[in-house]
Each structure stands twice: as structure tokens, then as C-alpha cells.
């Protein structure tokens, strides 16, 4: 049997070689989804360099937000009306004029040789984050899959809701911003110099703020060029700076402390700790690892750190509860319900319930929060016009004056 050397990904994220022995390049891959490895690169050992094939475009397929959303449903469908996981990929496999149907079929290869759907998602796209895996990998434990699948995909259209709705909001003032920008450059660079020549005609000295309109003007026609590479620069800085770990974590500390945004940011991380916990307790996933992979979901750097002093502070013989208070990442009411579960010794029924309480509660908070983006937007941006218009008003009437003198 023929031997290929490989490149591939481990859980953890770290780069593993070696070789492996398989009927084919395929079938390689299909070995190293079934270890765990996310195979990069395959190569027949012996092979030049000129023939080594990498796989990232054969073995990975990228999939929009929509398209997650609609497998997800689908599976769910399938499998709640009594199908197993491969009859349900291969009714899927019809669709080949999609990339579900392409999914499907990448997918059941893997899961007809013996590899985990989540672990096979994983294998395949990189659409599916490390949050989908592990809850598809707790539905898989706990033999409720379908249900799994029907609350990802409530889940993943809850999200795709709040994108929508805090984007629509945005888009007027974006325009009014967009409109207000573009007036202020016509009045300076073409309606003032204008009414400075008008004035210069009739022998009248320009007020003042004429002057300064016109400095202003001649430096956006002589340097325009520059300040738009000034600009792109600053722009590029800010994007730098941006991705560097210590403004990342004040600016999701910001998320979680700045009223309104604090709201959502807060509901959001509670249902998705409740929800994935929950399910991760009843697929028979002990605490600790459970707590583990809860945090390597969170995408809030503060919030991270926060779980890991909890997680911490668990593995040393504190309760949940106590752990989540002393973390103050989670609201008293949550914390409350935290501690009936432990009480009671049904932790994760009570998580479960109390997520499908939250999901309500958190359409109810992003429909508040949403209603006032847009009036608050407004009212900023009629300041910002009103001082606009009221500044070129005064300085039309400023040159009528000085022309009647």
C-alpha cells in the first residue's frame, strides 16, 4: 500500500507531519479525519517537489452564513423524521447545484468510514466554528441530535437577525453622514470661492471666516491626493493597532460595559453559556472540559479571561455559581439559576430550560436596543447638520453685509 507524507491541523490548533499509509490521496484523508487532523497538504512519498498536491480547495469548501443556516435546518429536519446521519447527507447530495449538495457528499464520505459528523464538519468546511462542532459533538452523545441541529439553526437565525436589524438601523445615518460630507465639500471648495471672488470685484475686504473657508479649500484642491494617503494611512494604523491582543481586550470590555451595546453583548454571551453548556453536560461531557470548551467559544477576550478564573477556581473545589459570581461575567438571576441546578443535582435540565427563556429575552432586548440606534443616530446627525448649515448661512450673510457696507 502506498505511503503519503502529510501536513495536517490538530485539535488544538498545532501543525502535525508525518506519514500514513492508504490506497489513495482520498483515502488518506478520510485516516487523518478519523485521528482528529485537519489535513493541509498530501503528497506520495517519493514524489518531486512538482508533484505535491495541496488539498485546501479539494478538502475544504467555504460556505456564506445563509448556507450554514440552511443545512442546518435541513439536517435537522431530515434526521428529527427518522433518518440516520448518512441517509440524511445523501438525501442531501441531490442539491448538487448548490454547495449544500457538495457539502452533503465531502461530508458522508467521511461519515460512511466510521469519522464523527462534527468532527467531519470540521474536516470539510471551515464555515462550521468551533462552537457548531462541539454542540453537534454533544447532540452526537446524548442521541439528540435533531434537537441540536433545530437549536443551532434557531441560534445561527437569531444571530444573523440582530446582524440584519443593527445594520438596517445604520444605514440612514451612514447616508445622512455620507450626504452632509459631500455638501460640505461642494459650499467649500465651490460655493465659497464664489462669493469671495464676488467680494473681491467690489473692492471689500472678506470676512474672516471667508478666509479660513478659503485656506480650507485650497489646501483640499492642492493636496487632495495627500490627504487621501494620509487618511488611507491612518485608516491602516488603526486596523494594526486594532488586532493587537491589549486594544482588543479594552475595546470587548468596552462591548460588555457601554450602555445599550452592554445589553445585547451580555444576553448574547448568557444564552450562548447556558445553551452550550447545557447541551455539553447532557451529552455526559464532565464540567471541566465542558467549562473548557465553553471558553475556547467565546469570542469576548474579557469575557475568555473571565471563564478561565472560573474554570480555575472549579477545578479547586468551587461550586459553578460561586465561581460565575466571583467572575462577574453573568448577571445574579443567571447565577441564581446556576445554583438551583447545582442544588437540585439537574444542572443541565435547568441550563437547558433557562436558555429557551433567554432566547425570548434576547429578541426582546436587540428589538429595544435596535428601536433606538436610529433616533439616537438622527439626532446626532442634525447636530452635526444643523452646525453645517448654520455655519454657511453665517457666512453668506457675513459677505451680504459687507457688501451693503
Not at 24 to 32: E, P, T
Amino acid at each position: 500500500m502506498p505511503a503519503f507524507a502529510f501536513q495536517a491541523l490538530s485539535a488544538d490548533g498545532s501543525v502535525k507531519s508525518g506519514s500514513i499509509e492508504a490506497a489513495d490521496r482520498r483515502d488518506a484523508i478520510r485516516l487523518l479525519a478519523r485521528k482528529g487532523l485537519q489535513a493541509r497538504s498530501i503528497k506520495a512519498e517519493g514524489a518531486g517537489p512538482e508533484k505535491k498536491t495541496v488539498i485546501e480547495d479539494e478538502a475544504i469548501l467555504r460556505l456564506k452564513k445563509n448556507e450554514v443556516i440552511g443545512f442546518t435546518e435541513d439536517m435537522g429536519d431530515l434526521l428529527a423524521s427518522g433518518l440516520q446521519v448518512e441517509q440524511a447527507l445523501q438525501a442531501m447530495e441531490s442539491r448538487t447545484a448548490s454547495k449544500t449538495g457538495l457539502l452533503a457528499k465531502k461530508v458522508r464520505e467521511l461519515v460512511r468510514d466510521g469519522v464523527p459528523l462534527s468532527t467531519a464538519l470540521k474536516q470539510v468546511s471551515p464555515s462550521f466554528d468551533e462552537l457548531y462542532c462541539n454542540m453537534i459533538a454533544a447532540g452526537e452523545n446524548s442521541g439528540a441530535l435533531d434537537e441540536i441541529m433545530d437549536r443551532q439553526a434557531r441560534h445561527l437565525r437569531l444571530m444573523e437577525a440582530v446582524h440584519a436589524k443593527v445594520t438596517g438601523a445604520l444605514i440612514y445615518p451612514a447616508f445622512l453622514i455620507t450626504s452632509g460630507g459631500a455638501l460640505a465639500i461642494i459650499m467649500v471648495t465651490y460655493l465659497l470661492p464664489k462669493l469671495a471672488n464676488l467680494l473681491t470685484g467690489t473692492g471689500k475686504e472678506p470676512p474672516f471666516m471667508i478666509k479660513v473657508s478659503l485656506g480650507l479649500s485650497d489646501v483640499i484642491k492642492d493636496w487632495w491626493w495627500a490627504i487621501l494617503i494620509f487618511m488611507a494611512l491612518i485608516f491602516m494604523i488603526l486596523f494594526a493597532i486594532h488586532k493587537t491582543p491589549a486594544v482588543q481586550s479594552a475595546w470587548h470590555r468596552f462591548l460588555i460595559a457601554f450602555p445599550g451595546i452592554r445589553d445585547i453583548s451580555r444576553a448574547r454571551f448568557e444564552l450562548q453559556f447556558f445553551e452550550t453548556l447545557g447541551s455539553l453536560l447532557r451529552g455526559g461531557v464532565p464540567l471541566l472540559p465542558a467549562l473548557e470548551l465553553v471558553r475556547r467559544a467565546v469570542t469576548n477576550l474579557h469575557v475568555k479571561k473571565a471563564i478561565t478564573q472560573a474554570e480555575a477556581m472549579v477545578q479547586e473545589g468551587a461550586s459553578l455559581s460561586s465561581a460565575m459570581r466571583k467572575s462577574g461575567v453573568l448577571q445574579s438571576q443567571s447565577i441564581d439559576v446556576i445554583r438551583i441546578g447545582e442544588d437540585t443535582g439537574h444542572l443541565a435540565e435547568v441550563l437547558g430550560k433557562a436558555a429557551a427563556r433567554m432566547d425570548t429575552q434576547l429578541t426582546r432586548v436587540i428589538d429595544r436596543v435596535t428601536a433606538l440606534i436610529q433616533p439616537i443616530m438622527l439626532m446626532i446627525m442634525a447636530a452635526l447638520v444643523g452646525g453645517l448649515v448654520w455655519t454657511m448661512v453665517n457666512i453668506v450673510f457675513s459677505t451680504l453685509s459687507q457688501l451693503n457696507r
